[in-house]
């Protein structure tokens, strides 16, 4: 799946998969395994036990006395994950939808969170996105003219930090530093420098920044 979410994007496969997961506003696999089992144990909880037998066999796999191996652990994988989320009993089906896509929006927070502290390549992610935006960001949902597709999934690369400049390339060590190869300033090529300093493209710079000014 995360291999199409990539195509989709039109970004490197080295991407990490929490900044494409939340540019597509997608969760991940695990969050929505886990917000299906949520929603799994409420169904049961709100069965009858004396009319519905798998009532009464969860009931039984959480008595110590019964139950042992998957069947008991998974109950008890249920009553963990409940516990984690704070699931406050059996719930009607509007309430459990609404409580399941709380959990599943304050994941998909966490995740990102995480993310940003554990992965250098996300250190601009952090300041350009809005961590709990939901959906597909605003440029994406815009019309793109074939002509400017690439320069979209260029500004997508950027973004998600996983792109062709030396600034990424050398920590995926597929060159040997990050310093600029098109001027003379022995910078990093990072994407402020070569959009706003790099020498190498004043030209262009005069030409299209005041367009988007």
């Keep these: 799946m995360n291999v199409i979410y990539r195509r989709l994007l039109g970004v490197e496969a080295k991407t990490a998969s929490v900044a494409v997961w939340h540019e597509l506003g997608v969760a991940s696999v695990a969050t929505r395994i886990d917000a299906?089992?949520?929603?799994?144990?409420?169904?049961?909880?709100?069965l009858d036990p004396r009319d519905f037998l798998v009532r009464r066999v969860y009931d039984g796999?959480?008595?110590?006395?019964?139950?042992?191996g998957s069947?008991?652990?998974?109950a008890l994988f249920?009553?963990?994950l409940a516990l984690e989320a704070n699931w406050p009993g059996p719930l009607k089906k509007p309430a459990a939808k609404k409580f399941v896509n709380e959990f599943v929006a304050s994941r998909r927070v966490s995740e990102l969170t995480d993310g940003f502290k554990r992965m250098t390549t996300l250190r601009n992610m952090s300041d350009w996105v809005e961590k709990e935006r939901f959906g597909l960001p605003e440029y994406l949902l815009r019309t793109c003219p074939s002509s400017l597709r690439e320069g979209r999934r260029l500004k997508t690369k950027f973004r998600l930090g996983c792109h062709d400049l030396r600034?990424?390339?050398?920590?995926?060590?597929?060159?040997?530093?990050?310093?600029?190869?098109?001027?003379?300033?022995?910078?990093?090529?990072t994407i402020q420098h070569t959009l706003f300093e790099c020498s190498a493209f004043?030209?262009?710079?005069?030409?299209?920044?005041?367009?988007g000014l």
């Design 167 to 189: 600034s990424s390339s050398s920590r995926m060590h597929l060159v040997r530093n990050a310093q600029c190869p098109c001027c003379k300033s022995r910078e990093s090529e």
């Design 78 to 80: 249920l009553e963990d």
């Design 71 to 74: 069947s008991r652990n998974g």
């Design 202 to 211: 004043t030209k262009e710079r005069s030409t299209f920044l005041p367009q």
């Design 61 to 68: 796999l959480m008595n110590e006395s019964k139950g042992r």
């Design 36 to 46: 299906a089992a949520l929603k799994f144990r409420n169904n049961i909880l709100s």
